[in-house]
């Protein structure tokens, strides 16, 4: 007998969820439409754990599917994606639901991002297109059969076994962002993959070919990765050759080590420490299409790794060595150099600020910009060396500077 997940859906999704599902369900009826839940929340529904997204199938077409739910007041559609023929709807109580038709997908060029050949092809023609086999179950949505799980690829199996394992032996080569998903997924759900696709990946990373890439997929998928803060990902990363897909050497850095640091100093972008530790290919970083935020971590960690060190012999130095760098590059700076004198700044130096402003100064008698900038400067070396601390201290100091 097919498995049947209702009991995991009335206890892991909200009453309100479950209602707008059940909603979905009679109308799909109704208008004759084959509707499934897919992906992701049917193997956290079946591991029961957090789920973050809904993602609907529509044998068919999704896009009038949710029209035919929006002429009824059921719902508003709130985008739309012809291309993918896919659409985002909110129901009642602000309940956001993914409609996707079923597609069947083509790799023209490895790497690259897919071309939808064919909508509204079978479900079991549109499951072959996905990563991994537990993420290519689906649960129909349909008064029939509510709750039943449809699986073609012996996802249920290697759910139970705790097993991640591709479709197809060219899955790496038509997206190689899947070895992130995949690596992305074992730590989070404390899986193990199966020898072949351990050995496909393998496979994949000695080519050493692959620079022709979508590297912008790579991008989200290991900003997805490293987000989840978990070590436990990095780890795996560098266990698994990861930093061959990205051309580098692999650092002597735990993950571990990271996150302390991360919970320690708060960059606003943790995922970038990480990601900063195993990425040093200019080419590739290019690629990577950042933000300008994001590129300015990976400037200052190139301009931190290549200057002279022999000036790091004051506290004023370190200062100005470290001044408006981002976080970010500082500590990526420390987990690949070990130089304490990061840590120095960033615990001890970075704190440290002159209080009196051009203005003050100017008010205690220097009006020539180019004095401003250089007793700011005298201000800030004595605050670094500890023999001035309060504003009133640099006031006195300023005075007999003066004189
Ligand atoms: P998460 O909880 O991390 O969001 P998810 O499985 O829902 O997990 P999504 O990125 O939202 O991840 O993808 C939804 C589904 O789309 C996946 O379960 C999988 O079936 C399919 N999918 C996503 N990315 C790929 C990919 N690169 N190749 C093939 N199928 C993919």
């Known amino acids: 007998m097919a498995l049947n997940l209702k009991d995991k859906i009335e206890k892991q999704l909200s009453k309100d969820v479950q209602k707008t599902l059940k909603d979905c369900s009679e109308n799909a009826d109704l208008f004759g439409f084959k509707i499934y839940l897919i992906g992701g929340i049917v193997r956290d529904l079946f591991l029961e754990k957090e789920i973050f997204d809904i993602d609907v199938t529509v044998e068919g077409n999704a896009i009038d599917f949710c029209h035919k739910l929006a002429d009824k007041k059921i ?223 990976f400037a200052d960690k190139d301009t931190l790794l290549s200057a002279n060190l022999s000036m790091l012999n004051s506290n004023y130095h370190i200062y100005k060595f470290f001044q408006k760098k981002s976080i970010e590059s500082v500590l990526i700076y420390y987990l690949l150099t070990k130089r304490k004198e990061a840590l120095i700044y960033l615990e001890k130096l970075s704190k440290i600020r002159v209080e009196l402003n051009g203005e003050d100064l100017k008010n205690l008698g220097i009006t020539n910009g180019k004095k401003i900038g250089e007793m700011l400067d005298k201000i800030l070396k004595k605050k670094l060396t500890g023999t001035i601390v309060k504003k009133a201290d640099e006031i006195k100091f300023v005075k007999t500077q003066i004189k």
């Open 75 to 297: 719902c508003k559609i709130l985008q739309v994606q012809d291309k993918l023929n896919t659409a985002k709807v909110v129901f009642d109580k602000n309940i956001e639901i993914d409609f996707a038709s079923t597609r069947q997908e083509f790799y023209p060029r490895h790497g690259h991002l897919p071309v939808a050949v064919r909508f509204g092809c079978t479900l079991q023609e549109d499951v072959y297109r996905r990563d991994f086999t537990i993420n290519s179950l689906a649960i129909s949505l349909n008064k029939n059969n509510f709750g039943e799980v449809i699986d073609y690829v012996d996802g249920i199996k290697d759910l139970k076994n705790k097993t991640l394992k591709v479709l197809h032996d060219n899955s790496f080569v038509e997206d190689p962002s899947r070895i992130i998903r995949g690596l992305k997924f074992a730590a989070r759900f404390n899986l193990h993959r199966d020898e072949h696709t351990k050995l496909l990946q393998e496979k994949y990373q000695n080519i050493q070919l692959h620079k022709d890439i979508s590297w912008t997929r790579i991008k989200n998928e290991i900003k997805q990765a490293f987000s989840l803060d978990n070590p436990k990902v990095f780890d795996m990363f560098l266990t698994n050759g990861i930093e061959k897909i990205f051309y580098a050497n692999k650092p002597d850095i735990k993950g571990l080590e990271i996150k302390t640091l991360i919970e320690k100093y708060q960059p606003d972008f943790p995922w970038l420490v990480y990601l900063g530790c195993i990425l040093d290919d200019k080419e590739i970083i290019d690629a990577f299409c950042f933000t300008r935020t994001e590129k300015k971590v």
